[in-house]
């Protein structure tokens, strides 16, 4: 029933994603989604806060991506002994390769000597 649910109309790009209240919604591709690059989609947010993408009358296919629900906490990555030991080793070998870099001027370049 969608008497009582927010609708709204959004673009489809050429990934087959759309954005809708700080989410990206990602298309399944089919032979229906393929056509609709380009155009726009009914979103329709129930009540209970289920989305469902619409396109010529159909609810289509989709999966939401939610990147505020996605974040990695810094408790999860202190307790991954592995990480550590890996940045560790990076840093290391970062600090070896890390000679300053030698600048010549442009005249040097360019081959230019001063004449006495």
Do not use: W
Not at 23 to 30: A, D, G, M, Q
């Amino acid at each position: 029933m969608k008497v009582f649910c927010l609708r709204d109309k959004r673009y489809v790009t050429k990934d087959l994603t759309l954005k809708y209240d700080r989410k990206r919604i990602r298309l399944e591709v089919n032979d229906l989604t393929r056509g609709l690059v380009g155009t726009y989609v009914d979103v329709y947010e129930m009540p209970d806060g289920r989305i469902q993408v619409h396109a010529k009358g159909v609810a289509l296919p989709c999966s939401i991506f939610d990147p505020h629900q996605q974040r990695v906490t810094y408790a999860a990555i202190t307790e991954n002994k592995h990480l550590s030991a890996v940045l560790a080793h990076i840093k290391k070998e970062q600090e070896k390769a890390a000679s300053p870099p030698k600048v010549k001027p442009v005249s040097a370049k360019n081959n230019y000597k001063k004449k006495e």
